[in-house]
């Protein structure tokens, strides 16, 4: 596989000068041995590639690739006594959303004695005075049970905004660090921020915490939400496989998100097995054909009388002409609906043989988006917040939290920028996928 060079490097607003408020704490092991918490060095770092052939073909180690360890530190850049923090949350809903506020106001509340900490309404849209949205105070009271709630206290929009006016608004409020919740598009204007910021020499920092489903996003192993997003994608899957067995030829179609990456789609039919065709955005496939979808779907219903058929949203997109597809408020390209374009092709292919079938469409999407994190996702989104506020208070900025490789790091955004993570065709993932369902080859050659 290629190693793309990658720029591990993590900007600083200076360097930090003030004691950390976090106590070294001593403790006994059950043996009687002595384990001391430690701050984490500037120096500890994780590999961005550690598999063999990498690390054979570097002269020395000191050549490696590494992100920076995320965790405390034993100095950092802001006085917690002064500092003003805000956070914001952009895009569509995702579960864990709350978990994280929650996370980032308790850690700075207890464990820096911050006291100036606020949310931004309506993401974007809450710096821009012409939309009036006030500030929200927040305190570990305020946020005590939100984490049982799906979507995000903050609420969120979709759009850009003048980079400009966003600045001015953390100027003119006195932020010192701003949280950052979102995905891909709330990245790239995170970049545009840092470098705006980066222009009129302010001493802000910005941290993000990347946010989106689909799991899309490089260099983040997995994002929060996709783990709930994938358990509930599985009740939509076996409610679709009860309703093929509940009737002749009875065929499921469950559409499910994954805009550019079919990782949802994949780890479900892994979680539960009951599905016979998966579609995803990496895998092309023909719909007509002797060995196109509905041939091998007639084929299917002949020998075992019922299908499940999952598809993720950007699947199948050349059946759709670019120029007929809408745009979101961020300027990004909807998909053609896969899910309704199946659901009236298999109607017509059986009535055109005169064969009668049972197909039953379930698109679960917004029920997914909106629902409570489960207990995987709360657990990471404790540590994603946690170690975010880390980052923040010691004057980093430009960079997102994650963990990959089973360790917390910091990345820079830049990295992350002008790529996304897709599900290779010949991962053992992709590879489970069509064992597990048995799924032929969708193409005429």
């Known amino acids: 596989m290629p190693y793309e060079p990658v720029d591990t490097r993590i900007p600083t607003l200076g360097v930090p000068k003030v004691d950390s408020p976090i106590p070294i704490e001593s403790m006994h092991t059950r043996h009687g041995q002595e384990v001391k918490t430690t701050f984490v060095e500037d120096r500890e770092?994780?590999?961005?590639?550690?598999?063999?052939?990498?690390?054979?073909?570097?002269?020395?180690?000191?050549?490696?690739?590494?992100?920076?360890?995320?965790?405390?530190?034993?100095?950092?850049?802001?006085?917690?006594?002064?500092?003003?923090?805000?956070?914001?949350?952009?895009?569509?809903?995702?579960?864990?959303?709350?978990?994280?506020?929650?996370?980032?106001?308790?850690?700075?509340?207890?464990?820096?004695?911050?006291?100036?900490?606020?949310?931004?309404?309506?993401?974007?849209?809450?710096?821009?005075?012409?939309?009036?949205?006030?500030?929200?105070?927040?305190?570990?009271?305020?946020?005590?049970?939100?984490?049982?709630?799906?979507?995000?206290?903050?609420?969120?929009?979709?759009?850009?905004?003048?980079?400009?006016?966003?600045?001015?608004?953390?100027?003119?409020?006195?932020?010192?660090?701003?949280?950052?919740?979102?995905?891909?598009?709330?990245?790239?204007?995170?970049?545009?921020?840092?470098?705006?910021?980066?222009?009129?020499?302010?001493?802000?920092?910005?941290?993000?915490?990347?946010?989106?489903?689909?799991?899309?996003?490089?260099?983040?192993?997995?994002?929060?939400?996709?783990?709930?997003?994938?358990?509930?994608?599985?009740?939509?899957?076996?409610?679709?496989?009860?309703?093929?067995?509940?009737?002749?030829?009875?065929?499921?179609?469950?559409?499910?998100?994954?805009?550019?990456?079919?990782?949802?789609?994949?780890?479900?039919?892994?979680?539960?097995?009951?599905?016979?065709?998966?579609?995803?955005?990496?895998?092309?496939?023909?719909?007509?054909?002797?060995?196109?979808?509905?041939?091998?779907?007639?084929?299917?219903?002949?020998?075992r009388d019922h299908a499940v058929i999952v598809v993720a949203e950007g699947a199948g997109q050349k059946y759709f002409k670019e120029e007929d597809l809408p745009r979101d408020p961020s300027g990004n390209i909807k998909p053609g609906d896969i899910g309704l374009y199946l659901q009236e092709r298999i109607k017509e292919y059986f009535q055109s043989k005169s064969k009668e079938i049972n197909l039953k469409y379930i698109d679960p999407s917004y029920l997914i988006r909106s629902m409570p994190a489960n207990y995987n996702d709360r657990i990471y989104c404790g540590f994603l917040g946690q170690n975010a506020v880390h980052a923040g208070m010691t004057g980093r900025t430009a960079m997102l939290v994650t963990r990959w490789h089973r360790h917390y790091v910091h990345v820079p955004i830049k990295a992350t920028m002008g790529q996304r993570k897709e599900l290779h065709l010949d991962s053992p993932l992709w590879r489970s996928v069509l064992e597990s369902t048995g799924q032929p080859p969708l193409i005429n050659h």
Not at 53 to 64: F, G, M, V
């Open 45 to 303: 770092g994780v590999l961005v590639y550690d598999t063999w052939d990498y690390l054979a073909q570097l002269q020395s180690l000191d050549e490696a690739l590494c992100f920076e360890m995320a965790g405390p530190r034993a100095k950092i850049y802001f006085d917690p006594s002064k500092v003003h923090c805000a956070i914001v949350t952009c895009g569509g809903l995702c579960p864990g959303t709350n978990d994280v506020i929650r996370a980032i106001v308790l850690e700075l509340h207890y464990l820096y004695g911050v006291r100036h900490i606020f949310g931004v309404r309506y993401g974007f849209q809450g710096f821009i005075p012409r939309y009036h949205h006030d500030l929200m105070k927040l305190t570990p009271e305020i946020v005590a049970n939100i984490h049982t709630f799906g979507g995000t206290i903050l609420s969120s929009s979709r759009g850009p905004q003048d980079v400009g006016e966003i600045v001015d608004a953390l100027e003119r409020l006195n932020i010192h660090v701003l949280f950052l919740i979102g995905g891909d598009g709330t990245l790239r204007a995170a970049d545009r921020i840092c470098d705006e910021i980066h222009q009129r020499q302010l001493q802000i920092s910005v941290v993000a915490i990347p946010k989106t489903i689909d799991n899309d996003i490089p260099f983040v192993y997995r994002s929060f939400g996709f783990d709930t997003a994938v358990e509930v994608a599985t009740d939509a899957i076996r409610a679709a496989h009860t309703e093929a067995l509940g009737a002749p030829n009875g065929v499921g179609l469950v559409k499910l998100m994954g805009r550019y990456s079919g990782f949802i789609a994949a780890n479900a039919t892994l979680a539960l097995r009951e599905v016979n065709f998966v579609l995803i955005p990496e895998s092309d496939f023909d719909i007509d054909g002797k060995h196109g979808l509905l041939a091998r779907l007639e084929s299917r219903l002949q020998e």
